[in-house]
């Protein structure tokens, strides 16, 4: 799924409730490009249980919503101007796998306005955007278990080579 330049939601995906994604164990993969602003953005909290959920590019945000919550499946996110995923109450990783790549100059992998919690599942990272960084929580980041591999080679914008 894609949008147009002219599109006047907030995303290439926009929900206005609660968005569960293969809560029935079903194994398809959604994939999304926000060629406008975000690819996926929900006004409430997004549920993945099974299968994957693939942002191949935005202009904004991969993802953006008041929640993310990975039971189980995958989550890719690459090619985004914003952040990878941008959540006001929480970002929850209990199981499954979440692949990020931060190229973007001062963009974040995971961006939190209260929690970030990994009890469970796989964080992967490369992050090689200017000032970036892989994850940022306003609140609290839990690491309870789980994977996590960040490769970070982001430089700091401010620092110029040519300077003494």
Avoid: W
Wanted: glycine share 14%.
């Amino acid at each position: 799924v894609s949008d147009g330049e002219q599109n006047a939601q907030k995303g290439a995906l926009n929900s206005k409730s609660k968005l569960k994604i293969n809560e029935d164990g079903s194994d398809g993969t959604l994939s999304l490009k926000g060629n406008k602003k975000h690819a996926l953005n929900s006004s409430k909290r997004i549920e993945l249980y099974n299968g994957g959920l693939s942002v191949d590019g935005a202009a904004a945000d991969g993802i953006n919503a008041d929640g993310l919550e990975i039971y189980g499946g995958e989550v890719v996110l690459a090619d985004f101007i914003g952040d990878g995923v941008d959540c006001s109450e929480v970002i929850l990783l209990q199981a499954g796998k979440l692949t990020m790549n931060v190229s973007a100059e001062d963009s974040k992998g995971l961006k939190c306005d209260s929690l970030i919690e990994i009890s469970g599942g796989e964080l992967v990272a490369d992050v090689s955007g200017a000032g970036s960084k892989a994850v940022k929580s306003g609140v609290q980041t839990l690491v309870k278990g789980g994977v996590i591999s960040v490769d970070l080679s982001a430089t700091d914008p401010f620092f110029d080579e040519e300077k003494p």
